[in-house]
Nanobody, 122 residues
């Protein structure tokens, strides 16, 4: 089981930026896909973004396209999510996930972090 830890969450005003990080343990294969999901209060967890091991394939939810950027550093087993122009509706717990194939659905990811809270409010 891969150990996954997210960080970088916090509180920010609308229009602000945050950068989330996710470190996966050494058990992560360099060829694993990694992704971000989020869960807002009272809502189901939803897909945000994902990337293949080499970064050649990336997916974004329509709601974050043009505002969020996913990237990864395989030497550090670290995934990033740069979030710009944040909106109140981006408020959620953000989860990092690791799996064998890059997809937008949860069931393809086998290792999950505990999540990091992002709050966007004026």
């Amino acid at each position: 089981q891969v150990h996954v830890v997210e960080s970088g969450g916090g509180s920010v005003q609308p229009g602000g930026s945050l950068r989330l990080s996710c470190v996966a343990s050494s058990g992560t294969l360099v060829t694993d896909a990694m992704g971000w999901f989020r869960q807002a209060p009272g809502k189901e967890r939803e897909f945000v973004s994902a990337t293949s091991w080499n970064g050649y394939t990336t997916y974004y939810a329509d709601s974050v396209k043009g505002r969020f950027t996913i990237s990864r550093d395989n030497l550090k087993n670290t995934l990033y999510l740069q979030m710009n122009n944040l909106k109140p509706e981006d408020t959620a717990v953000y989860y990092c996930a690791v799996g064998p194939v890059v997809r937008t659905t949860e069931d393809t990811y086998v290792s999950w972090g505990q999540g990091t809270q992002v709050t966007v409010s004026s």
